[in-house]
């Protein structure tokens, strides 16, 4: 896959933008003067989402009513035209050679891209739903059917929270509604529960190779995914009493925990900096890995400020990986001309682009 063409009008701080790309693109400037934003705008195409905004209408330069991305995307072989537009009042169209999609959802997976930013560090540190989420991306891209059983399981423990909540307000509680939203919980809750195995089972290794790479140390890391026993049906029933105390669902694929350990113990207490940069940038490798070998597209490679966030170590040894042919098109972010220019091999100075924002 590779992004020949970019459009973008009022995104964030970007007034206006077009221009063609190269395999590898830099964009160099102060700080705040957008590079980030410039990562943002194409793994918002991808994704029909910010990476780093929650709020939709935020991304909309300030007093624009509008803003639109459009892309031009080589995908084995041809041209396709893809665009998102977001207005004010937060009606988003995402469309593909013109083609309105009827859900969002179906765009998941068209344009794969792996983002890598300083905020990730939460990946790591945070709660166990950035875990989850992280997850859910890669296995949505690549799934339909696990992206859509998500939206539904999600679905069903809302309205079960509704009813919970209203049962401590009122302390009546319809036990016929309950039961049928049981019921739609535990059907794709179990299946997503198993992708979720099947997904761990197969991301492992590259996620190790990785490590091994980067890191240059004996070390022993893993990924211990940690979820309900049995079948879910039974469980919410047997917790059901304890639901109507805390209105809420405890039982349930939303309350899964991915662990992430370095020599037996989790790396977020007891990994160095380092450690955990390692691991997170290993990470993000693997699910470049996955998704090209499930989807048979390279995704985009986005890099936002690695080469202030990293040591020399990673930095070099990302290099040697991104300039081999496994790896395809990357945007990457630096305040410093002079040190883009520096770390790009002599063999990549006609296949790089630089933008001076």
């Known amino acids: 896959?590779?992004?020949?063409?970019l459009k973008l009008i009022d995104f964030k701080n970007i007034k206006e933008f077009e221009t063609d790309f190269s395999q590898i693109n830099c964009f160099v400037g102060n700080n705040g003067v957008g590079k980030t934003n410039m990562l943002d705008s194409i793994y918002y195409l991808s994704f029909c989402k910010s990476y780093f905004s929650p709020n939709d209408t935020s991304s909309i330069r300030e007093g624009a009513d509008f803003f639109a991305i459009h892309g031009d995307?080589?995908?084995?072989?041809?041209?396709?035209?893809f665009s998102c537009t977001l207005e004010a009042d937060g009606r988003k169209q995402i469309k593909h050679s013109g083609k309105l999609y009827k859900r969002h959802s179906e765009h998941i997976g068209r344009l794969p891209s792996v983002m890598v930013?300083?905020?990730?560090?939460?990946?790591?540190?945070?709660?166990?739903e950035n875990r989850r989420r992280f997850?859910?991306?890669i296995v949505s891209q690549q799934d339909k059917t696990?992206?859509?059983?998500?939206?539904?399981?999600?679905?069903?423990?809302?309205?079960?929270?509704?009813?919970?909540?209203n049962y401590l307000k009122t302390r009546f509680l319809d036990e016929t509604a309950l039961d049928i939203w049981d019921e739609q919980a535990a059907f794709y809750g179990d299946d997503i529960r198993q992708r979720r195995r099947e997904f761990f089972a197969g991301f492992a290794q590259p996620f190790r190779k990785y490590y091994d790479y980067v890191s240059c140390a004996d070390e022993q890391v893993g990924l211990d995914y940690r979820t309900y026993e049995g079948g879910l049906l039974d469980l919410l029933g047997r917790n059901r009493e304890k639901d109507k105390l805390t209105g809420y669902t405890t039982v349930g694929i939303h309350r899964d925990e991915l662990e992430f350990g370095l020599n037996g113990r989790p790396i977020r207490y007891y990994g160095s900096q380092g450690q955990q940069k390692?691991?997170?940038?290993?990470?993000?490798?693997?699910?470049?890995?996955?998704?090209?070998?499930?989807?048979?597209?390279?995704?985009?490679?986005?890099?936002d400020d690695v080469f202030d966030k990293f040591d020399f170590q990673r930095v070099n040894k990302l290099l040697q990986l991104i300039s081999q042919q496994h790896f395809g098109q990357v945007f990457l972010t630096d305040t410093h001309i002079e040190r883009v220019e520096s770390i790009i091999a002599d063999e990549f100075k006609d296949k790089t682009k630089i933008f001076r924002l």
């Not at 896959?1 to 063409?5: D, E, F, G, S, T």
């Not at 696990?146 to 909540?165: D, F, G, H, M």
């Not at 699910?287 to 490679?301: A, I, R, S, T």
């Open 135 to 137: 997850v859910d991306i």
């Open 117 to 128: 930013a300083p905020n990730d560090q939460s990946l790591i540190t945070g709660g166990s």
């Open 73 to 81: 995307y080589v995908l084995k072989g041809t041209t396709e035209h």
């Open 146 to 165: 696990y992206l859509n059983n998500l939206i539904r399981y999600n679905k069903a423990v809302e309205q079960r929270n509704k009813l919970l909540k």
């Open 278 to 303: 390692t691991f997170l940038l290993a990470l993000k490798l693997a699910q470049f890995d996955y998704l090209y070998e499930h989807l048979g597209l390279k995704p985009l490679l986005l890099l």
């Open 1 to 5: 896959m590779y992004l020949r063409h």
